[in-house]
């Protein structure tokens, strides 16, 4: 079993940012890639961000990139999704998952363990 437990959620204005942070415990964190996904009220959940295990290729959904940044610190068993220039658009709760495959993980089926998730709003 993998223990996710995301923070770093709240209020912030249109155009502020926000870093989230997600604690892993429970098995070798290293062994597993890591994703961010996003719901917002009476929407499916959506895909945000991945990353390798290793920490390396970071992978965004679509017009994210230039906003949103991946990263993991496996000495802390952590991983990060900083969000610049937010948008009301961007409200929703985010949550981050584990997966153990080895390919490209951007699918809600694809992962293995979740995190309850933060909630974050955008005013405008």
């Known amino acids: 079993q993998v223990q996710l437990v995301e923070s770093g959620g709240g209020l912030v204005q249109a155009g502020g940012s926000l870093r989230l942070s997600c604690a892993a415990s429970g098995r070798t964190f290293s062994n597993y890639g890591m994703g961010w996904f996003r719901q917002a009220p009476g929407k499916e959940r959506e895909f945000v961000a991945r990353i390798s295990r290793s920490g390396t290729n970071p992978f965004y959904g679509d017009s994210l990139k230039e906003r949103f940044t991946i990263s993991r610190d496996n000495a802390k068993n952590t991983v990060y999704l900083q969000m610049n220039s937010l948008k009301p658009e961007d409200t929703a709760v985010y949550l981050c998952?584990?997966?153990?495959?080895?390919?490209?993980?951007?699918?809600?089926?694809?992962?293995?363990?979740w995190g309850q998730g933060t909630q974050v709003t955008v005013s405008s």
């Open positions: 998952a584990a997966s153990s495959g080895l390919l490209v993980a951007t699918k809600v089926s694809e992962y293995d363990y």
